[in-house]
């Protein structure tokens, strides 16, 4: 029951079929990463897990620790326990980071409780120090101006506030320079533990050198096609995709 | 279809009733409402009403007086500096500065008829007259009441800051009940003074069946600077028209709107920045956001005259669109006969992003909190012009409350 199971998922965004009966068990308390070439349907699966309105399920399943996520909201999903760090992280003028983490931590409490602004603040900062992210950004508005690095540290922090079950991270090394990449990694290793589980979207191995996977899978057209141990992240660094989309056709 | 303030004998019971007046101000309310009377009929297209429903805006269900208007009331003390009393008081105490009134010609931008009425029957308003250099720091604070039973309340208030000086204001406009009709109709006429500075806020809360009339003028002296920032969240339909005058060299216009649209609400702005005299400032910015079936229309017009050189003007119209139903029409205009200015215009009119509310929605947040919190965030451009910090995080909570109410 402690896992992320998808069984048999399809969907599809309008016309175009992008996920083809995917299988894929995350259980808790291991790394997992998710390789594979452009278009080959990683956002896809990470926007679908996290309920995007734009995709249309066309099949199969996708259960966290036992509930069935497709066909439930965004927010409901994210309240579950799922979180996505964005790729691109979108800019919303006007709401501040603290305000918007605050109304975040709000939607998980009960009803008619409310948050203890001095823990509040005493762990947003303390958690901003980890990833050195400025205390004054807080009253910035989310994600407006600001470089690659700050959109991504900004990513972490919220996950780090919001203490989800399960994160997906999308991409979140692009853009990055080494040292963000070095910043962004140590907080998402900080978020390591055994009641949670995480898959980490990255086209590059490199950003596995800093977050040591269990287990890498390689996708393509749609699906798992192969999976390994963090060697074979490795290996695909060495040898590029060619030779797994030739044994897929060959089969 | 008439309505009964046309009647001769309607006003001639209400002159009874303000009996008490001196005669000048019987004159000035004969004179007004005769020129009410000759007005010609509405014209059928009038450029001053594009694209709005009129009819929403008539006399004809509310064309009775109330017969006890809740006054406005006043918070903050008249001193040897400051005169602040309610407009009845002020009749009385003050003529000399109501003797302006029958040179008041009002903004001029469609709402004839309610000016001259206001001008006929107003019973209710302030006086707040800040004396040379002074300076406030507290606010002074307006609390104006619209009427309940179908009935009309007119009011007038005259706003006098005299060279130097520096005031801030804040006029709250509530109904006197939650349920039942009424309009409000407001004129204020304003003037800054040189170098004096003027801070205005403005939070109208009326209920949702109650019509709101706003019609205001502004007059820059030298140096002058004038600061306003409304926040027009209640009523089921506002019309606000202001204007902006700058006559003395080097004045200053800020004209800062939002509005909440719900339900079946209506906003209808129209404004102008006039400038008259050189060297002049105005930034003019209204902010709409509109759920459910609501609308807005905004219509404004940069005017810079021959003599007004080296002009820094600029117009914004920002729409947020939160339904389809919701509906927002925008005419900026310009109009500029100097050769050495700065001006431009622009609106725009968007619907909510979908990848917004999907990036709030991931982190948990329900779909009504993201839209209250990207629309919180849409206006923050305009509460962030308050002046006085302190009143920041209120007029948040302001507009936060009216929400989902």
Not at chain 1, 52 to 74: I, K
Not at chain 1, 190 to 200: A, C, S, Y
Not at chain 2, 37 to 57: C, Q, Y
Request: glycine share 8%.
């Amino acid at each position: 029951m402690s896992t992320l199971q998808i069984d048999n998922l399809s969907a599809s965004v309008g016309k175009e079929q992008i996920l083809n009966n995917l299988n894929f068990t995350l259980p808790k308390g291991e790394v997992h990463a998710i390789m594979g070439p452009n278009g080959s349907g990683k956002s896809t699966l990470s926007k679908v897990l996290a309920g995007h309105p734009d995709y249309q399920v066309t099949g199969g399943n996708a259960c966290m620790d036992g509930t069935e996520l497709l066909g439930l909201n965004p927010d409901e999903i994210a309240r579950l326990g799922l979180f996505l760090a964005f790729q691109y992280p979108v800019e919303v003028p006007g709401v501040s980071i603290a305000n918007f983490i605050r109304a975040a931590v709000k939607s998980r409490l009960p009803e008619g409780e409310s948050i203890k602004a001095v823990e509040f603040y005493k762990e947003l900062y303390l958690k901003m120090d980890d990833l050195g992210m400025d205390r004054s950004f807080t009253s910035r508005s989310m994600n407006e101006g600001f470089s690659g690095g700050e959109k991504k540290r900004c990513e972490i922090l919220q996950m780090s506030m919001l203490n989800p079950k399960y994160c997906i991270l999308d991409e979140t090394d692009s853009g990055l320079d080494i040292d963000a990449l070095r910043v962004v990694s140590e907080g998402i290793n900080q978020m390591k533990n055994p009641d949670r589980g995480i898959l980490v979207i990255t086209h590059y191995q490199r950003l596995l050198d800093y977050i040591v996977p269990d287990k890498v899978h390689v996708m393509w057209e749609g699906r798992i096609v192969r999976s390994g141990d963090k060697t074979l992240a490795l290996e695909l660094e060495d040898k590029g995709y060619d030779w797994i989309k030739e044994e897929v056709a060959a089969a | 279809m008439k309505t009964s303030f046309e009647s001769s004998d309607f006003f001639q019971a209400f002159s009874e009733k303000r009996s008490w007046e001196p005669g000048w101000m019987a004159d000035f309310r004969k004179d007004s409402w005769n020129r009410f009377a000759t007005l010609p009929k509405t014209k059928i297209k009038d450029e001053k009403w594009r694209f709005s429903p009129r009819t929403r805006f008539g006399y004809n269900d509310c064309d009775q007086l109330t017969d006890s208007p809740k006054p406005t009331t006043l918070e903050g003390k008249s001193s040897k500096n400051v005169i602040f009393e309610s407009f009845d008081q002020a009749i009385l105490d003050h003529p000399k500065l109501l003797s302006i009134l029958p040179s008041c010609t009002g903004p001029k931008l469609g709402s004839d008829e309610t000016f001259l009425l206001g001008s006929s029957f107003s019973e209710s308003g302030f006086i707040l007259k800040a004396k040379e250099e002074h300076k406030e720091e507290e606010a002074f604070i307006c609390r104006h009441f619209a009427p309940n039973q179908n009935r009309s309340l007119f009011q007038q208030s005259i706003v006098s800051i005299d060279p130097f000086a520096e005031v801030t204001l804040i006029e709250y406009f509530d109904s006197e009940d939650q349920s039942s009709t009424g309009i409000l109709s407001n004129l204020s006429h304003i003037q800054v003074g040189e170098g004096a500075k003027l801070n205005r806020i403005v939070v109208q809360r009326l209920n949702n069946h109650s019509t709101f009339n706003h019609l205001e003028k502004i007059e820059l002296g030298r140096n002058a600077q004038f600061t306003n920032i409304s926040l027009q969240l209640g009523s089921a339909q506002t019309r606000v028209e202001s204007r902006g005058d700058i006559i003395g060299d080097a004045g200053e216009f800020n004209n800062y709107s939002l509005s909440l649209g719900r339900n079946n609400q209506l906003f209808d702005q129209r404004t102008i920045q006039h400038h008259i005299a050189p060297h002049g400032k105005s930034n003019l910015l209204f902010k709409n956001a509109l759920l459910e079936n609501s609308k807005a229309i905004f219509s404004g017009l940069i005017k810079v005259d021959p003599k007004a050189q080296n002009t820094d003007s600029f117009q914004t119209n920002r729409n947020l669109l939160l339904s389809k139903e919701a509906e927002a029409s925008s005419l900026p205009g310009l109009e500029i006969l100097a050769n050495e200015v700065k001006c431009s215009h622009g609106a725009t009119t968007s619907k909510i992003d979908e990848q917004e509310l999907f990036y709030l929605q991931s982190r948990g947040i329900p779909k009504s909190t993201a839209e209250k919190l990207i629309v919180l965030g849409f206006f923050e451009d305009i509460i962030g012009q308050t002046p006085n910090p302190d009143l920041v995080e209120s007029l948040r909570d302001e507009v936060s409350k009216f929400f989902h109410t």
